[in-house]
């Protein structure tokens, strides 16, 4: 009995044995192709998020480190890299190898660059890499802290991508007068092609300056084209674009800029209708929550990546940040209302109402021209 007992044990020890040895040499294996693909890795820039990890329990895996999986991360959020102006003045091409680690989350905790051409490129490309959102990696049933190897590629045939197994993404380089060095962000929706984020220009198409109007009684007054920033805070601005007056919006000198267009109720409903009338998957991720029976946070699988932004009313008051999404259409509900887009941030109904008063402040989100 005992020599069988013996004769078991050694054979799950054996199996054992067999198995580890199996992952050390499939890790051998992915490190060794993964540097010979990059011929010769040097790890040029690194920038971390603040206490990324305090924020996943300190358990973070080398950037060489083999973690078996069962399911890998796919992109939800991508933000290609701003093309540098030095590069494009100088006709320089190329690209750079960005390791990103993904959290349980699904947002990257830190970017590494693995390989570049060119250092001009390493900032934009670590800029991009910090502000992509997956899916996370997913091993026995619960997520897990993986890298992500993602190349950029930065080539001036009027567009940047960034690509992996599982990313293929596109920048277009529209134009505006005022901006020559402007690009927009898009999705295609169905068989429209939107920005993925809110306006925030200052000129009109043809270059002529918006006033940004601080004042109360100003804003309130006008019956011209006007803009501002959510309390008059540059930071806002920053995250959720402009808040712009009907009269900038419908003047005749364009707000959108050369090959878009400020949509039509039409339009937007259009747009419901591609994403079957949920609105969560219109909003961005982290916008937007779930709460008891209340279902409102988003999903962006549309890729649309609606923010939040609130308004300044027509009282000439800012409100409901964080709370309410408003955007302008270019379509009349009558002398002094205007259709705009409304969403709010705990449930996941898209609607179209006709009570935008013309001196209010909403976001603007542009569709490309047919």
């Keep these: 009995m005992l020599n069988k007992l013996t004769s078991i044990l050694n054979k799950m020890l054996i199996k054992k044995a067999i198995k580890m040895i199996k992952i050390i040499l499939i890790t051998a294996l992915v490190i060794m192709v993964e540097t010979v693909s990059l011929r010769g890795s040097e790890i040029f820039y690194q920038r971390d998020t603040s206490n990324a990890g305090a924020q996943e329990g300190n358990d973070l895996p080398e950037i060489n480190a083999f973690v078996p999986v069962d ?15 030095t590069a494009k003045r100088k006709g320089i091409e190329g690209s750079v190898y960005v390791k990103m680690l993904v959290g349980k989350n699904g947002k990257v905790l830190k970017a590494v660059i693995i390989q570049t051409d060119n250092e001009v490129f390493n900032q934009p490309s670590i800029d991009a890499a910090l502000q992509f959102v997956f899916t996370p990696a997913i091993a026995y049933k619960k997520p897990v802290i993986v890298w992500v190897l993602v190349p950029f590629k930065f080539k001036l045939n009027r567009h940047v991508t960034a690509q992996n197994n599982n990313i293929s993404i596109r920048q277009d380089n529209e134009k505006s007068t005022q901006q020559v060095d402007s690009t927009y962000k898009t999705v295609k929706i169905g068989e429209q092609i939107w920005m993925t984020e809110n306006l925030n220009v200052d000129h009109y198409r043809n270059g002529d300056p918006i006033p940004e ?24 601005g920053e995250i959720y674009g402009k808040l712009y007056n009907w009269y900038a919006v419908n003047g005749p000198r364009g707000l959108a800029p050369e090959g878009w267009h400020v949509p039509t ?20 991720i982290g916008q937007g929550q779930n709460f008891a ?8 699988t549309s890729g649309f990546s609606a923010m939040f932004a609130g308004c300044r009313s027509s009282s000439d008051y800012f409100d409901n940040l964080d709370y309410f999404i408003f955007l302008w259409s270019s379509t009349c509900y009558r002398t002094s209302d205007v ?6 941030n705990m449930d996941s109904d898209i609607s179209i109402k006709n009570y935008g008063v013309k001196n209010s402040g909403y976001s603007v989100r542009c569709l490309r021209d047919y």
Excluded: H, R
């Design 265 to 284: 109720k039409t339009e937007f409903q259009t747009l419901i209708k591609n994403v079957n009338k949920d609105g969560n998957a219109l909003k961005a």
């Design 213 to 236: 109007v601080q004042n109360s009684i100003q804003w309130l007054n006008l019956k011209t084209g006007a803009w501002c920033y959510y309390k008059n805070d540059s930071v806002n």
């Design 71 to 85: 399911k890998q991360p796919e992109v939800v959020v991508q933000v290609p890299p701003v093309y540098p102006k």
């Design 293 to 300: 029976q209340y279902k409102g946070a988003g999903t962006n």
């Design 339 to 344: 259709y705009i887009l409304e969403m709010f």
